[in-house]
């Protein structure tokens, strides 16, 4: 079923998570149709791989980062860069993405994995504490945040959901999409879709990079603000972008 819930109060003196450790699962590979080897692609001094990378890490729900990548030749440069990054990375199958995010989880152990792709060089930081949350205190077993621009937005979902998504699903299309199983059964898991803070719902901007238009936006549009140590927010760049 699918449900939007407010957090409740926690109990007096109850200050950690419930449900921990929180890791964000970054997917990244080279081959892309129309913008091949966009992950590496750079902007202003930092890859796109390492701009989403600095974000994860910048949400403080998050306890680890692994950027999970596929055993074709063509994604040893993926590695190469997490490995500069100081980042952890697993290697997986091309197609069954499925598979992979099951394979990672049995060896990284997350109570909530957060799900990010390495082609979104602006993620929204704080929606990562809002949609752990839900998961956290609201027993859902899947979150995300509508409204948020196309590229901005993340996924979380228990460690849990994702295994019995990788047992049950049969589908290329399941298999191929980590949570598009659990979204189309919602009679098999408690999922919730939270709004976007209003300072930050703007779905028509286009965050994301799959063509080369789209890289040049992003270029023109965090060339406008430069980040030092850390990664602005996300309602900085909206500003220019609206």
């Not at 921990?20 to 890859?47: D, E």
């Not at 980062?65 to 490995?83: H, M």
């Not at 500069?84 to 099951?102: A, I, N, S």
């Not at 994702?162 to 999922?191: C, G, M, Q, S, W």
Request: with cysteine; aromatic share 8%; hydrophobic share 40%.
């Amino acid at each position: 079923m699918s449900d939007t819930i407010q957090k409740p109060e926690p109990e007096p003196n109850t200050f950690a998570r419930r449900l921990k450790p929180v890791v964000a699962f970054l997917q990244a590979r080279m081959g892309s149709t129309r913008l091949p080897g966009k992950v590496l692609m750079n902007i202003h001094g930092q890859s796109i791989l390492e701009r989403a990378i600095r974000r994860l890490r910048a949400a403080p729900m998050v306890d680890r980062v692994v950027v999970l990548t596929t055993g074709l030749s063509q994604d040893d440069a993926v590695v190469e860069e997490t490995q500069k990054l100081c980042t952890e990375v697993y290697r997986g199958p091309v197609d069954d993405v499925l598979t992979r995010f099951y394979e990672a989880t049995a060896k990284f152990r997350p109570a909530i994995i957060i799900r990010a792709t390495a082609d979104n060089p602006l993620i929204e930081i704080g929606s990562i504490e809002r949609i752990v949350d839900a998961i956290d205190w609201g027993g859902f077993d899947f979150c995300m945040e509508k409204g948020l621009s196309y590229g901005a937005a993340t996924e979380a979902f228990t460690a849990e959901a994702l295994t019995r998504a990788h047992k049950n699903a049969r589908d290329h299309r399941h298999r191929e999409h980590v949570t598009l199983y659990i979204k189309e059964h919602p009679e098999e898991f408690r999922v919730s879709y939270l709004t976007a803070p209003e300072s930050l719902k703007y779905p028509e901007v286009r965050l994301t990079v799959d063509t080369p238009e789209d890289f040049a936006f992003m270029e023109e549009l965090i060339g406008k603000i430069p980040e030092r140590r850390n990664p602005i927010p996300l309602s900085e760049f909206l500003k220019l972008a609206k």
